[in-house]
């Protein structure tokens, strides 16, 4: 069977395909963040701030809310407070809740409600400065966040058999009358739990993000023209030649690049 990561990853492709996820889910990331990838795992390596770099926050664009079902696999049925319904197993009658069934192994339910995205204004300038610290210090292996996708809250269950299911206890009088898939989210508990894989229940979570790097073309370009770097550069900073600063703020595409998710380690560890 699947791992978690690959049930997950597999499931919020198809809409967030040129984002990179976090993972684990708990991971909470912001703009600026710095991330440096070696040995095939992505690890925190600080912020821009700490390398002096300064960016300006765009104003955040609402996603609203995001619903994954892996193939119609999974089954959703609520109850009302008050009521008994057919099923429910752990929750009293004054509960209101869900219960979520799976009809297959490897399956997904994702909800996350109210995204808002959020990200770097001036390119141009991040470019400059980047370029700045790839002559003193920085590498290809260095990414920085430079788009985040938060979430007010979010849901995921996978399912590690053909019978798995979940009973979710809704926050009190969620949704009522009418109780959709959006009260899955923010003051839930999971009540009881048969044969799932991945169970996480969460507020304030960041699901999604871009990171940029500089290209590693711009890298073979300047060890060409001005030779590889020199033990101690940065130390005694040499400055930067201004052709360099000039191409970045003239065609900062050409020096920096989004990183695809294609390229997202499949083993990622931001908590080491």
Same mark, same amino acid.
């Given at each position: 069977?699947?791992?978690?990561?690959?049930?997950?990853?597999?499931?919020?492709?198809?809409?967030?395909?040129?984002?990179?996820?976090?993972?684990?889910?708990? %991971?909470?990331?912001?703009?600026?963040?710095?991330?440096?990838?070696?040995?095939?795992?992505?690890?925190?390596?600080?912020?821009?701030?700490?390398?002096?770099?300064?960016?300006?926050?765009?104003?955040?664009?609402?996603?609203?809310?995001?619903?994954?079902?892996?193939?119609?696999?999974?089954?959703?049925?609520?109850?009302?407070?008050?009521?008994?319904?057919?099923?429910?197993?752990?929750?009293?009658?004054?509960?209101?809740?869900?219960?979520?069934?799976?009809?297959?192994?490897?399956?997904?339910?994702?909800?996350?409600?109210?995204?808002?995205?959020?990200?770097?204004?001036?390119?141009?300038?991040?470019?400059?400065?980047?370029?700045?610290?790839?002559?003193?210090?920085?590498?290809?292996?260095?990414?920085?966040?430079?788009?985040?996708?938060?979430?007010?809250?979010?849901?995921?269950?996978?399912?590690?058999?053909?019978?798995?299911?979940?009973?979710? %206890?809704? %926050?009190?009088?969620?949704?009522?009358?009418?109780?959709?898939?959006?009260?899955?989210?923010?003051?839930?508990?999971?009540?009881?739990?048969?044969?799932?894989?991945?169970?996480?229940?969460?507020?304030?979570?960041?699901?999604?993000?871009?990171?940029?790097?500089?290209?590693?073309?711009?890298?073979?370009?300047?060890?060409?023209?001005?030779?590889?770097?020199?033990?101690? %550069?940065?130390?005694?900073?040499?400055?930067?030649?201004?052709?360099?600063?000039?191409?970045?703020?003239?065609?900062?595409?050409?020096?920096?690049?989004?990183?695809?998710?294609?390229?997202?380690?499949?083993?990622?560890?931001?908590?080491?």
């Amino acid at each position: 069977m699947k791992d978690e990561y690959e049930i997950y990853r597999g499931a919020i492709r198809g809409t967030w395909r040129d984002w990179w996820i976090a993972w684990p889910l708990s %991971r909470r990331l912001a703009l600026g963040d710095v991330l440096h990838q070696v040995n095939g795992r992505i690890r925190p390596a600080g912020t821009l701030a700490d390398q002096g770099v300064p960016f300006t926050r765009r104003r955040g664009t609402q996603h609203n809310s995001y619903t994954y079902d892996t193939q119609g696999s999974a089954t959703v049925r609520f109850k009302t407070a008050g009521t008994v319904a057919d099923g429910f197993t752990a929750l009293a009658a004054a509960d209101v809740g869900a219960l979520v069934t799976f009809r297959a192994s490897g399956s997904a339910l994702v909800v996350y409600e109210g995204l808002t995205e959020t990200g770097v204004t001036d390119e141009r300038a991040l470019a400059a400065h980047l370029v700045q610290l790839g002559w003193e210090k920085w590498d290809d292996s260095l990414y920085a966040v430079t788009q985040v996708v938060t979430a007010v809250a979010g849901t995921v269950l996978t399912s590690a058999s053909t019978d798995a299911s979940a009973e979710l %206890r809704l %926050r009190a009088g969620a949704g009522q009358p009418q109780i959709g898939l959006a009260d899955l989210t923010g003051g839930v508990s999971l009540a009881r739990s048969k044969s799932l894989g991945l169970k996480w229940i969460s507020s304030h979570p960041t699901p999604f993000f871009r990171v940029v790097r500089l290209r590693k073309n711009w890298f073979q370009k300047v060890r060409t023209d001005y030779g590889p770097p020199q033990p101690g %550069r940065g130390a005694a900073p040499v400055p930067v030649p201004p052709l360099l600063l000039e191409e970045a703020q003239d065609h900062p595409e050409a020096v920096v690049e989004t990183v695809p998710a294609e390229e997202q380690p499949l083993f990622t560890d931001l908590d080491a």
